[in-house]
T-cell receptor, first 112, second 114 residues
Framework: QKEVEQNSGPLSVPEGAIASLNCTYSDRGSQSFFWYRQYSGKSPELIMF????GDKEDGRFTAQLNKASQYVSLLIRDSQPSDSATYLCAVNSGGSNYKLTFGKGTLLTVNP | DAGVIQSPRHEVTEMGQEVTLRCKPI?????LFWYRQTMMRGLELLIY????????DSGMPEDRFSAKMPNASFSTLKIQPSEPRDSAVYFC????????????FGPGTRLTVL
C-alpha cells in the first residue's frame, strides 16, 4: 500500500509569517510530487509541482524535495488569510505517470 | 476556456437507487480521472481513462460502481444500487495527455445516500 502522510493540523500561523507544510511518502519509485490547495467546499487546485531534489520557488511558494528522506514540503512566505485552506500533497505512484496518491491534507489557518 | 464540468453538483438519494454522475473534460484533454473524497479515506482514484479507454479501474470499490466514456467530451460514473457508505464528494479531473502529471479538477458532485 503506497502511502502519503501529512499532519492533519490545523496549522495556525499569523498573517505575514511563514507556513511550513510537510509530507512523507512510502514509494521510493515516485518521481513527481505535487501540492494542491483545496478551499472548503471546493475542488483541489494545483499550486506547485517538483521533480528534482532541492527547492523550487514560485512567488510566495517554495516546494522542497528530499528523495533520500522521502520528504516533501511546502513553504508559504508572507502568509495571507486567503491562504487559509487544506493543502494536499500528492505523489505519483505505482511506477505510473498518471496515478496520484494523495495525502489527507493539512488544514492551514492564517490569522489576521 | 471552460474547465471540467460536472453534474449534478449535489445529489441526495435513497439507499438502493441508481445514481449517475456526469463529467465533461476540458476540450482537447485526452485523459480523464474519477476520484472520490471522504474524510476517512481522503482523495482516492477510482478509474482512469485515456483516449476514452479505461486504463486503470483498480480503484473502483466494487461491482456496484461502473464508469463509461463514450466519447472524448463525456463520461459517466454510475452506482447501482447505492448505499449510505457511498456518500462522498466525487471529482472528475482531466489532463492534456497521459504523459502529463498535471490534472485539473472539476467542481465535484456531493452525493448523499440516505
Amino acid at each position: 500500500q503506497k502511502e502519503v502522510e501529512q499532519n492533519s493540523g490545523p496549522l495556525s500561523v499569523p498573517e505575514g509569517a511563514i507556513a511550513s507544510l510537510n509530507c512523507t511518502y512510502s514509494d521510493r519509485g515516485s518521481q513527481s510530487f505535487f501540492w494542491y490547495r483545496q478551499y472548503s467546499g471546493k475542488s483541489p487546485e494545483l499550486i506547485m509541482f517538483i521533480y528534482s531534489n532541492g527547492d523550487k520557488e514560485d512567488g510566495r511558494f517554495t516546494a522542497q524535495l528530499n528523495k533520500a528522506s522521502q520528504y516533501v514540503s511546502l513553504l508559504i512566505r508572507d502568509s495571507q488569510p486567503s491562504d487559509s485552506a487544506t493543502y494536499l500533497c500528492a505523489v505519483n505512484s505505482g511506477g505510473s505517470n498518471y496515478k496520484l496518491t494523495f495525502g489527507k491534507g493539512t488544514l492551514l489557518t492564517v490569522n489576521p | 476556456d471552460a474547465g471540467v464540468i460536472q453534474s449534478p453538483r449535489h445529489e441526495v438519494t435513497e439507499m438502493g437507487q441508481e445514481v449517475t454522475l456526469r463529467c465533461k473534460p476540458i476540450s482537447g484533454h485526452n485523459s480523464l480521472f474519477w476520484y472520490r473524497q471522504t474524510m476517512m479515506r481522503g482523495l482516492e482514484l477510482l478509474i482512469y481513462f485515456n483516449n476514452n479507454v479505461p486504463i486503470d479501474d483498480s480503484g473502483m470499490p466494487e461491482d456496484r460502481f461502473s464508469a463509461k466514456m463514450p466519447n472524448a467530451s463525456f463520461s459517466t460514473l454510475k452506482i447501482q444500487p447505492s448505499e449510505p457508505r457511498d456518500s462522498a464528494v466525487y471529482f472528475c479531473a482531466s489532463s492534456p495527455d497521459r504523459n502529463t502529471d498535471t490534472q485539473y479538477f472539476g467542481p465535484g458532485t456531493r452525493l448523499t445516500v440516505l
